[in-house]
């Protein structure tokens, strides 16, 4: 099973990211993904989720009204589009998987069986 997490990069504040976790060796019709993130000094926290079918999407409050996640699980990807970043997003940005075909879970990182490398996302001021 591997998650590959890419797009990230370098943005200006107030510019736009679409970071992409494509998944391979499981099928995400049973499985729920969310993105997660770390900066330097902090720990990881998550930032949004959404459920196997795109039926429940979660996200944490400093994401909300900014990031849009989505998935097609036909290709097997599941997307964060990141608008109006901030420099406070600047972070190592990661994607799980968790197999559930109820809800996602943003707040305990154990219920996520599988992880991604992450992508490194920089936002300049």
């Known amino acids: 099973v591997q998650l590959q997490a890419s797009g990230g990069g370098l943005a200006q504040a107030g510019g736009s990211l679409r970071l992409s976790c494509e998944v391979s060796?499981?099928?995400?019709?049973?499985?729920?993904v969310g993105w997660f993130r770390q900066s330097p000094g902090k720990e990881r926290e998550g930032v949004s989720c959404?459920?196997?079918?795109?039926?429940?999407?979660l996200y944490e409050d400093f994401a909300k009204g900014r990031f849009t996640i989505s998935r097609d699980n036909a290709r097997n990807m599941v997307y964060l589009q990141m608008n109006n970043l901030k420099p406070e997003d600047t972070a190592v940005y990661y994607c799980a998987a968790e197999g559930s075909r109820d809800s996602c879970d943003l707040r305990d990182e154990f219920e996520y069986d599988y992880w991604g490398r992450g992508t490194q996302v920089t936002v300049s001021s």
């Open positions: 959404i459920s196997w079918n795109g039926g429940i999407t």
């Open positions: 060796g499981i099928s995400l019709d049973y499985y729920a």
